[in-house]
């Protein structure tokens, strides 16, 4: 007998995010993913200002609020042109990798930790030996008996006064939970002493682009000046600052975030690292340049595609290439003036809302037809996974050292072989390794910085062809980077100086979109097939696979429906 569950909303994630399975003998056999808002920045930018479109695109999401705006400018530079400074090209590498550290460890302890950590179960353990287990993993000073005693008490009173708090709505208790009580324990105090941590991190945003989130960018360079003797300008003083904080970023990741993964995966490494790997090709259009954007090759992050888990080989993506990257909407609340049957390069794309999914209240999604507010992107027809777990399989495929040391080291410690990491715990393990090797290269960039400013070179922005009356009459661009949660690209083109098409192809809408016209499934969806459910009521492993990917579904999606509701099936936390 087949069963239906509904997770809306799915929680612990920025945006909305429905998803519907059937479970036939206590497994998944099928899976459906709905985006259910709308976004509207395509409409909003056009007929604006290419060079204000970054302030624009930048807002469509509070949490991968920089790479959007990197993205932006990158489509208006691509478009007119125009080569940035290297001081810049530093400046954007470090705010990306601020982004990079802050997003990932946010991820696996606030938004993901708890698929994973039985909170209420961290009350039965044993701080003498929760201090012995910390130490033994790890040189983070704060692992004494006292302290996690302290904790379990403070823990204890909101257990006892019936208020979890932001532990409230809990599955605890459920079978799919493994770790010792001493685990737990390490994994609620690190919970919260990320919490403090991450709004350090997030001070280079504010250094380098004035603010977070939402920092400042520009066409052609960036948005601040260095002079390391005058107050209102990036001074020795700042960037004394900044090292400061990536020091202690590197500290905690490798000394925190780190050994928390790799004892967690330790204990769920013989089921969930078979679980959840649905597609087996890989997208990443890398990031991270050493010598200027359109050196590709020196990519800390390389670009590439890999198919059939073909770890032997990377195939090239051209985002400029009209038979590659294409849009459909056979199962989105859209139309095309072409017909829903065909396909559109960015380019070309277009933003016609049609919702045709059934009034609020409903039981079901009617996913014989249209079912989401997300396009379906494909590559030469192909559905593909982005985001870490695609980054690291493409650099270790591409033969880089440092992702097969990396990639070798956590394998090694767990004791495992390379195929475990097209899994539900690879997905969430590469997020992790991938820190560790972003760590390194921001300490790199900075030293850059730094010596670049002792040579005598204090250059931030490029101003030619800043002027609309050097521009072409008609100009077209693309902008690809690698936000934490996966491949990211803004197309523009411009008119008459004007925008006269932007279309956004963000993560979420490559992993999250519903089928397309050949039913093939997308990444959510295919994720879920074969996921084993011991109780529909308690749906954990669902939200352990969909948290993997880190939805973020504000950049896909964006506004309520008309009468700004919503159905809530199943009490998620």
């Known amino acids: ?47 604006r200002d290419p060079r204000d479109a970054w302030a624009f695109t930048e807002r469509v999401c509070g949490v991968c609020t920089t ?48 698929d994973w950590v039985d909170v209420v179960s961290a009350l039965s353990a044993d701080p003498v030996a929760t201090s012995q287990l910390a130490q033994s993993i790890s040189n983070w000073p704060k692992s004494s008996p006292g302290y996690f005693s302290d904790l379990q008490k403070r ?17 605890w208790g459920h079978p799919a939970y493994k770790l010792p009580a001493e685990v737990n324990l390490i994994g609620v105090a690190h919970y919260l002493e990320a919490l403090e941590w991450q709004k350090e991190i997030i001070k280079i945003h504010t ?71 649905g597609l087996t090709n890989y997208l990443a259009y890398g990031d991270l340049p050493t010598n200027g954007y ?92 982005v985001g870490p777990l695609s980054r690291m399989l493409v650099g270790y495929a591409s033969g880089r050292d440092e992702y097969k040391e990396v990639i070798h080291y956590a394998l090694n410690k767990l004791d495992v072989p390379v195929t475990a990491l097209f899994s539900t715990l690879g997905r969430t393990a590469a997020r992790g390794l991938e820190s560790i090797l972003v760590a390194d290269w921001a300490k790199e960039f900075y030293n850059q910085l730094l010596a670049n400013i002792r040579n005598g070179d204090t250059r931030m922005a490029n101003n030619e062809k800043w002027e609309p009356a050097t521009w072409p009459t008609e100009a077209k661009g693309v902008g690809m980077t690698e936000a934490p949660r996966g491949a990211l690209a803004h197309w523009i083109v411009i008119k008459d100086k004007k925008i006269d098409n932007y279309q956004l192809v963000v993560p979420s809408t490559w992993n999250a979109s519903p089928r397309d016209g050949k039913g093939q499934r997308s990444a959510y969806e295919e994720s879920l097939i074969g996921t084993p459910i011991a109780n529909p009521d308690q749906p954990l492993e669902i939200l352990r696979t969909i948290h993997s990917f880190d939805p973020c579904l504000a950049c896909a999606v964006h506004v309520y429906d008309e009468k700004g509701k919503y159905v809530h099936q199943i009490q998620t936390f």
């Open 1 to 47: 007998m087949e069963k239906r569950i509904v997770v809306d909303p799915v929680t612990r994630i920025e945006g909305h995010l429905r998803v519907e399975v059937e479970v036939k003998d206590g497994k998944i056999v099928d899976a459906f993913s709905s985006g259910t808002m709308v976004r509207g920045l395509e409409l909003i930018l056009k007929g």
């Open 207 to 277: 250094i380098f682009g004035g603010k977070n989130p939402h920092p400042n960018y520009l066409v052609g360079g960036a948005a601040c000046s260095i002079n390391i003797d005058e107050n209102n300008a990036i001074n020795a003083e700042r960037l004394a600052y900044v090292g400061r904080l990536l020091d202690e970023a590197h500290t905690f990741i490798n000394q925190v975030y780190i050994p928390d993964l790799l004892a967690v995966a330790s204990f769920y490494k013989n089921d969930w690292g078979a679980i959840g790997g």
């Open 67 to 114: 790479v959007h705006a990197l993205a932006s400018v990158r489509t208006v530079e691509d478009a007119l042109g125009i080569a940035v400074p290297p001081n810049a090209e530093m400046v954007r590498n470090l705010m990306f990798c601020a982004q990079y550290m802050q997003d990932h460890v946010v991820h696996f302890y606030h938004l993901h930790a708890l």
């Open 155 to 171: 823990l204890t009173k909101f257990v006892q006064s019936g208020q979890l708090g932001i532990f409230a709505n809990g599955y």
């Open 294 to 385: 359109s050196d590709v090759e020196r990519f800390k992050f390389p670009r590439g595609i890999i198919m059939g888990r073909n770890l032997n080989e990377v195939i090239p993506v051209d985002g400029k290439d009209p038979d590659q990257i294409k849009e459909f909407i056979n199962h989105s609340y859209y139309d095309y003036s072409s017909g829903v049957e065909q396909g559109l390069h960015p380019w070309e794309g277009e933003t016609n809302l049609n919702y045709t999914g059934p009034k609020p209240p409903y039981d079901y999604l009617n996913v014989e037809d249209k079912y989401s507010w997300l396009k379906t992107p494909r590559w030469k027809g192909n559905p593909m996974e």
